[in-house]
């Protein structure tokens, strides 16, 4: 009897051992399979959910686009792998989430949304109050160097062409007038100084579109060459008057100077217009010249040609009546006859 | 059929050797871009031959930097070759026994600025005094940034100074300029007081803020860190600190770039623009505006005070402003001190 228990008990315990036996089996080999599975990186185990661009069949802008994304999308996708903060996701965390997700829209319950996206937010909080701390001590620590250098006044932005800003203009200049400035004794009283008179800086010239209109208008006011010399021997003229010749020729000059530096051609001297205008009378005159000549030629050609043609039709048709009269002829050159009949011998008869 | 001689009997050759195949007008903006020579009618000591190498350099790549002039060139030579070359403006250094004035002109009759140098330092001076001296190899391939600083708009000429320099360097267009082209800046510096100008060239360069000097060494290098000391690698990355201690002091110098530059920079974060002096170092005095090219009436001489004589009918006036401005021009050798100036 104890033997039937005995065996009953050894049953039962061989049916918990084999249980448990199968649920530790069972287990291991889930293990074993999860460890394969994360062997293999995320992009080759899960299909790939975002519909693959056709890329053949984009345009050139299109391309670019897409171009720069992926190179985007590596970029952060670089960053987040080393971000801390960001846990990296296995294969096996990925493959988690997605049948998650897919769970949830089987089952379209709102809780189980508002509980994932809960502990996202959590994560998300903890993330920025530790970035905050870091922040505010760095913030702190260069106030607190501001006021030990007697704090900073704000300078105002220097008229200049510039409306984007790569260049910081008074803290260029307090740095390169620092250069200079550092052999001066008080240093944090020369950098004042500077700041001050650095005011006022000018930078290169930066093209801004609504520039271009202007030009364009510009160029349709260009004056001729003639019209040109008439108001350079006004000028001249000017400049000769007694009372206010002086003025009139320093301010000329300045402002011809100034435009010309700028690029812009200045024509005032009537010596240089006229001889120009004269360059430009003899290059249109050898111009129609040879104009002519060409005209002339062309016509040359085509009346001897035409000559040339009509002579040979001539002679062609000469050719042939010729032709035709021989062919006559020489039937009648029988032996025995002279050809054809020219008149009797005795002209006039009885 | 034989090679016909040049007619041109007092013609002499000319040999820039320039890069042909540059343009001439901005493919981007449409506009003409400015081309220069330098070069010097007379014979240079050494340092300020050095000096003009310099400048060439600081003036690339829109000029011609192994530029030869032989003794019999002219200014009329030059002048020959440059308008179908399309250069616009010439620099001309030129040392007599008591000053080095260096002329900034525009060709085609353009107003031609002169300036004395009181002191000058060479590029290779500059570099021995660094510690970290730099020079990426790409450094002269795109023309420089210009700031000018404490001129003004009052005076005549030094607004006319301002036009000049801002005409040197090609225009950058903001909507296509990439932030890796602008290397290098030449700040002008006018002092009221003394009414010298301070010529500087700098190289730009760019540093992410926040980022501790070993972490950012790292990434830009590649050389492996010393970990030696360290018990792991967090030590490295954590134990580096809040930055360089001239940090604090930039604060304000940083600016938020649009795109990213290099691998360290990237866009919209702040970075720190730093500035390293490279290039020739001068201080100088406009001494003079002439009308035309070396020629011409002088509009304004000497610091200003004696608005000069203008170009009018007396060939007394022209004769005299020639005289002053023609003084060792015809390429006569005169006695130069070996010693320049420094």
Request: aromatic share 4%; hydrophobic share 30%; charged share 40%.
């Amino acid at each position: 009897m104890t033997k039937s228990r005995g065996t009953d008990m050894a049953k039962k315990k061989e049916k918990v051992d084999s249980e448990s036996d199968i649920k530790s089996m069972a287990h291991q080999h889930a293990e074993f399979f999860d460890k394969l599975i994360e062997l293999i990186p995320a992009r080759f185990y899960l299909p790939d959910e975002t519909e693959k661009k056709w890329f053949p069949g984009l345009s050139k802008a299109q391309k670019a686009r897409a171009k720069r994304k992926t190179t985007e999308n590596l970029k952060k996708a670089r960053r987040d792998r080393l971000d801390p903060e960001k846990s990296a996701l296995t294969t096996l965390d990925l493959l988690k989430q997605k049948i998650e997700k897919e769970k949830k829209l089987s089952h379209v319950v709102a809780d189980d949304d508002d509980d994932s996206e809960e502990e996202e937010a959590d994560n998300n909080k903890k993330a920025r109050t530790d970035s905050v701390t870091y922040e505010e001590l760095r913030q702190r620590l260069h106030r607190k160097i501001d006021e030990l250098k007697g704090g900073r006044g704000g300078s105002d932005r220097p008229r200049s062409h510039e409306k984007r800003k790569k260049i910081v203009p008074n803290k260029r200049k307090r740095e390169s007038g620092s250069v200079e400035e550092s052999k001066a004794a008080d240093k944090g009283k020369g950098k004042m100084d500077v700041e001050e008179a650095a005011k006022d800086l000018t930078f290169g010239y930066v093209k801004i579109d609504d520039d271009e209109e202007h030009g364009k208008d510009k160029k349709k006011r260009r004056l001729s060459k003639s019209r040109e010399l008439e108001r350079a021997l006004k000028l001249e003229a000017a400049k000769k008057d007694p009372e206010k010749g002086e003025v009139i020729a320093k301010k000329h000059s300045w402002q011809a100077a100034t435009s010309r530096a700028a690029g812009v051609k200045v024509h005032d001297d009537p010596k240089l217009l006229k001889q120009s205008i004269h360059k430009e009378k003899k290059r249109h005159e050898k111009n129609a010249e040879k104009w002519k000549e060409r005209v002339e030629g062309q016509q040359k050609v085509r009346v001897e040609k035409q000559q040339k043609r009509s002579g040979n039709i001539a002679e062609r048709i000469e050719q042939n009546k010729m032709r035709k009269i021989a062919k006559r002829e020489k039937k009648l050159l029988r032996p025995g006859f002279e050809g054809r009949k020219e008149g009797f011998v005795n002209e006039g008869g009885k | 059929m034989g090679r016909f001689k040049n007619n041109k009997k007092g013609r002499v050759n000319v040999k820039p050797i320039a890069k042909s195949n540059q343009a001439n007008v901005d493919h981007v903006t449409g506009d003409k871009i400015p081309k220069s020579f330098v070069f010097s009618r007379t014979k240079l000591p050494g340092s300020v031959k050095q000096l003009q190498m310099d400048l060439r350099k600081l003036m690339l790549p829109y000029t011609a930097l192994s530029l030869k002039e032989k003794k019999r060139n002219t200014l009329r030579d030059f002048l020959n070759v440059s308008g179908p070359m399309g250069v616009t403006h010439f620099l001309m250094l030129k040392k007599t026994a008591s000053a080095l004035s260096l002329r900034v002109a525009r060709t085609p009759q353009g107003p031609t600025l002169t300036f004395k140098i009181h002191q000058y330092s060479l590029a290779s001076d500059i570099a021995q005094s660094q510690t970290r001296p730099r020079c990426p190899p790409d450094l002269f391939k795109n023309p420089p940034l210009i700031v000018l600083s404490g001129f003004g708009t009052q005076e005549l000429h030094l607004k006319l100074a301002t036009i000049m320099f801002q005409n040197i360097f090609p225009a950058i267009d903001i909507n296509t300029v990439k932030l890796s082209t602008c290397q290098r800046l030449v700040l002008l510096n006018y002092n009221k007081d003394t009414k010298l100008i301070d010529f500087r060239h700098y190289s730009i360069r760019l540093q992410p803020v926040g980022v501790s000097r070993k972490l950012r060494n790292f990434v830009q290098t590649h050389k492996a860190p010393d970990l030696r000391n360290l018990q792991d690698v967090s030590d490295f990355i954590t134990k580096a600190g809040y930055g360089s201690e001239s940090e604090g002091d930039e604060e304000a110098a940083t600016v938020t770039l649009s795109s990213d530059l290099g691998r360290v920079n990237k866009g919209s974060t702040k970075s720190a623009v730093k500035l390293q002096e490279i290039g020739p170092r001068m201080t100088m005095q406009l001494v003079r505006v002439e009308e035309g090219l070396c020629s011409g009436g002088i509009i304004f001489s000497e610091d200003g005070n004696v608005d000069g004589k203008n170009k009018q009918d007396g060939d007394e006036e022209d004769a005299a402003s020639e005289e002053e401005s023609e003084d060792g021009e015809e390429g006569s050798e005169e006695d130069m001190d070996e010693d320049a100036e420094d």
